[in-house]
């Protein structure tokens, strides 16, 4: 039996399976307390949430101990998320305004809290709903009495099947003996998913009925899960088993081949030079990047460092996390977003209203202008960290020429009041846009004029361009970056840029530019930065390696030509020369 979730971490691991058992806690939203037990519920709720710091602190300092980087700071963002003055200020007055039981304020205040995340654009913002719940689960078990689940000690190698496999369970499982995940909640930009990755640990997220499925097996059964594809093998055969070891040592000779450009220019066989770059989200990525031989970074998402906390970061603690990867990349130029935040986003400190298309509202480069307070910190931030190495600065969100002239003036501001406190800057910092509203693609003639460099912003420029929220099951399969709408949008930002010349570059930081199939494609349409997962960039490197100019601009002035996005994904896997199609997966 096949069964499909979502490709959250590469790998195929073959195995027994441990299903972990799914701990169901009662419902006590709707009961109520007398108002003589407000107190006690209070202290319950307190000392539960002294006991869960405890344990995570304990989680967090073995991984530590291990020099698991990743996960201790994972537990971090957990105790953190936990000590939030504001959550936990909602599970006491829950108690005290609702007459609310322990267990009851604390399941209330965490799913109005997910609920926030949820609604998010960005797809990392919304996993964060999965880090509250693990929380709240944690907290909810103490105050019943439950047993957390414990996976440090695991009894031999094996896959681990369960619902939900928790991000603090990741920080604390046996990796010694794990061979792959899979469970029915999650995505690929989970915690969850982020540290099966860091452990190099195939992971499928999002898979329902892997739990049931696997419950049917018999003891020597074993299943298969392949985190590149996202497909769950039940019950596999002996026949099965050999084919599937077969494609391991496939993969594997794949990874081995790969591994050997890591160091080597990204550069097509006819001498065309490129940049490949990686998306990072903070310094903890810096290791992972470097070992795929990133040549930059793409885009650095500022807004982690301003989410999940109760008030904005400072200049200082700003510029020591922009200054740790700036100085790690050595000399590599690292392009940093200015905080793409809004009134989807949930920062409750920013006092947003609620809005009926937050999307399409105030957000992003619109808070900045109208809050120099927030947006001079930042880029005093950034320009004291350029230093120590190569910055630009990017600004999303920008649909006209008045915001980009706008955020300049502030740029020039920053510097002023650095220069007039006698603190360090570099002068010359680069200013670039994202490319993410339709508004800006048509008048990129006009933006490259007083921009320094475009990065073209696949994702949401996809879902402004052709209307389809991507996260929409029911009209998800409309989303597709090949729509020739698309294609003619991305050409119409190229085309000004190299006319343009002199040191003004054109990139794309989506995740278009990390499909291999549409490498060529965006080669032979004039790219000239693709920024990319770490994960996926030496394969984006082969393939580009493996081509010439000439013929990466046969495929896109064809591409460009045809009439559906069907046809348009169907010819560029075609397109791809045979001896680099095992590339695609």
């Given at each position: 039996?096949?069964?499909?979730?979502?490709?959250?971490?590469?790998?195929?691991?073959?195995?027994?399976?441990?299903?972990?058992?799914?701990?169901?806690?009662?419902?006590?939203?709707?009961?109520?307390?007398?108002?003589?037990?407000?107190?006690?519920?209070?202290?319950?709720?307190?000392?539960?949430?002294?006991?869960?710091?405890?344990?995570?602190?304990?989680?967090?300092?073995?991984?530590?101990?291990?020099?698991?980087?990743?996960?201790?700071?994972?537990?971090?963002?957990?105790?953190?998320?936990?000590?939030?003055?504001?959550?936990?200020?909602?599970?006491?007055?829950?108690?005290?305004?609702?007459?609310?039981?322990?267990?009851?304020?604390?399941?209330?205040?965490?799913?109005?809290?997910?609920?926030?995340?949820?609604?998010?654009?960005?797809?990392?913002?919304?996993?964060?709903?999965?880090?509250?719940?693990?929380?709240?689960?944690?907290?909810?078990?103490?105050?019943?009495?439950?047993?957390?689940?414990?996976?440090?000690?695991?009894?031999?190698?094996?896959?681990?099947?369960?619902?939900?496999?928790?991000?603090?369970?990741?920080?604390?499982?046996?990796?010694?003996?794990?061979?792959?995940?899979?469970?029915?909640?999650?995505?690929?930009?989970?915690?969850?998913?982020?540290?099966?990755?860091?452990?190099?640990?195939?992971?499928?997220?999002?898979?329902?009925?892997?739990?049931?499925?696997?419950?049917?097996?018999?003891?020597?059964?074993?299943?298969?899960?392949?985190?590149?594809?996202?497909?769950?093998?039940?019950?596999?055969?002996?026949?099965?088993?050999?084919?599937?070891?077969?494609?391991?040592?496939?993969?594997?000779?794949?990874?081995?081949?790969?591994?050997?450009?890591?160091?080597?220019?990204?550069?097509?066989?006819?001498?065309?030079?490129?940049?490949?770059?990686?998306?990072?989200?903070?310094?903890?990525?810096?290791?992972?990047?470097?070992?795929?031989?990133?040549?930059?970074?793409?885009?650095?998402?500022?807004?982690?460092?301003?989410?999940?906390?109760?008030?904005?970061?400072?200049?200082?603690?700003?510029?020591?996390?922009?200054?740790?990867?700036?100085?790690?990349?050595?000399?590599?130029?690292?392009?940093?977003?200015?905080?793409?935040?809004?009134?989807?986003?949930?920062?409750?400190?920013?006092?947003?209203?609620?809005?009926?298309?937050?999307?399409?509202?105030?957000?992003?480069?619109?808070?900045?202008?109208?809050?120099?307070?927030?947006?001079?910190?930042?880029?005093?931030?950034?320009?004291?960290?350029?230093?120590?190495?190569?910055?630009?600065?990017?600004?999303?969100?920008?649909?006209?020429?008045?915001?980009?002239?706008?955020?300049?003036?502030?740029?020039?501001?920053?510097?002023?009041?650095?220069?007039?406190?006698?603190?360090?800057?570099?002068?010359?910092?680069?200013?670039?846009?994202?490319?993410?509203?339709?508004?800006?693609?048509?008048?990129?003639?006009?933006?490259?004029?007083?921009?320094?460099?475009?990065?073209?912003?696949?994702?949401?420029?996809?879902?402004?361009?052709?209307?389809?929220?991507?996260?929409?099951?029911?009209?998800?399969?409309?989303?597709?970056?090949?729509?020739?709408?698309?294609?003619?949008?991305?050409?119409?930002?190229?085309?000004?840029?190299?006319?343009?010349?002199?040191?003004?570059?054109?990139?794309?930081?989506?995740?278009?530019?990390?499909?291999p199939k549409a490498t060529m494609l965006l080669l032979g349409l004039g790219l000239q930065e693709f920024s990319v997962g770490p994960a996926g960039l030496l394969r984006i490197k082969k393939i580009i390696q493996g081509v010439t100019m000439d013929e990466a601009k046969l495929v896109a002035n064809h591409a460009i030509s045809m009439e559906t996005a069907g046809d348009v994904e169907e010819y560029l896997a075609d397109a791809i020369p045979e001896d680099l199609k095992k590339y695609l997966l």
């Amino acid at each position: 039996m096949q069964l499909k979730g979502v490709a959250a971490a590469p790998g195929l691991a073959i195995g027994p399976c441990l299903v972990l058992e799914d701990i169901i806690h009662p419902d006590l939203t709707q009961k109520t307390i007398d108002s003589q037990d407000i107190q006690a519920e209070q202290d319950k709720v307190k000392n539960a949430l002294d006991k869960a710091g405890k344990q995570l602190e304990l989680i967090r300092d073995r991984a530590v101990a291990d020099g698991q980087e990743e996960q201790s700071a994972v537990m971090e963002a957990h105790l953190m998320m936990l000590a939030d003055p504001i959550l936990n200020d909602g599970f006491l007055k829950a108690i005290e305004n609702d007459l609310l039981p322990a267990v009851g304020a604390v399941q209330i205040g965490i799913e109005k809290q997910a609920a926030v995340f949820e609604a998010l654009e960005d797809a990392y913002f919304r996993e964060r709903a999965q880090d509250i719940r693990d929380i709240g689960r944690r907290v909810v078990n103490l105050l019943l009495g439950i047993q957390e689940p414990d996976v440090s000690n695991l009894p031999n190698p094996l896959i681990l099947v369960a619902r939900d496999i928790t991000p603090s369970m990741m920080a604390s499982v046996d990796a010694k003996n794990l061979l792959g995940i899979a469970a029915e909640i999650g995505g690929r930009t989970s915690h969850t998913a982020i540290l099966a990755n860091n452990l190099a640990i195939p992971a499928v997220l999002g898979c329902q009925g892997v739990v049931q499925s696997a419950h049917g097996l018999d003891e020597d059964e074993q299943i298969a899960v392949d985190g590149s594809t996202g497909i769950v093998h039940v019950g596999i055969t002996v026949s099965q088993a050999e084919k599937l070891r077969q494609e391991i040592r496939r993969r594997e000779e794949i990874h081995h081949e790969l591994e050997q450009i890591k160091d080597t220019p990204t550069r097509t066989m006819d001498g065309v030079t490129v940049q490949l770059a990686a998306n990072v989200m903070g310094p903890d990525d810096l290791d992972r990047i470097q070992a795929v031989g990133a040549e930059g970074v793409g885009l650095y998402r500022t807004e982690f460092l301003f989410m999940d906390r109760s008030q904005a970061p400072d200049e200082e603690e700003q510029y020591k996390a922009y200054r740790k990867i700036v100085e790690g990349m050595a000399g590599k130029p690292v392009i940093i977003r200015t905080m793409d935040i809004g009134g989807d986003k949930g920062v409750e400190y920013l006092n947003l209203e609620q809005e009926e298309n937050p999307f399409l509202g105030y957000r992003a480069l619109r808070i900045c202008l109208d809050r120099p307070d927030l947006f001079l910190t930042q880029l005093k931030a950034i320009l004291r960290a350029g230093v120590h190495g190569r910055v630009l600065i990017m600004f999303p969100m920008v649909s006209s020429l008045e915001e980009l002239r706008a955020a300049k003036i502030f740029v020039d501001q920053a510097k002023e009041e650095l220069r007039t406190a006698d603190v360090p800057f570099a002068e010359d910092v680069p200013t670039g846009i994202m490319i993410e509203i339709p508004s800006a693609a048509l008048i990129a003639d006009l933006l490259i004029k007083e921009a320094d460099f475009f990065s073209i912003g696949s994702n949401d420029l996809t879902q402004y361009t052709i209307a389809v929220d991507r996260m929409n099951a029911k009209i998800g399969q409309l989303y597709t970056s090949f729509h020739p709408a698309m294609l003619r949008l991305i050409k119409q930002v190229i085309d000004p840029t190299i006319e343009a010349g002199g040191d003004k570059f054109i990139g794309m930081c989506g995740e278009m530019a990390g499909d291999p199939k549409a490498t060529m494609l965006l080669l032979g349409l004039g790219l000239q930065e693709f920024s990319v997962g770490p994960a996926g960039l030496l394969r984006i490197k082969k393939i580009i390696q493996g081509v010439t100019m000439d013929e990466a601009k046969l495929v896109a002035n064809h591409a460009i030509s045809m009439e559906t996005a069907g046809d348009v994904e169907e010819y560029l896997a075609d397109a791809i020369p045979e001896d680099l199609k095992k590339y695609l997966l």
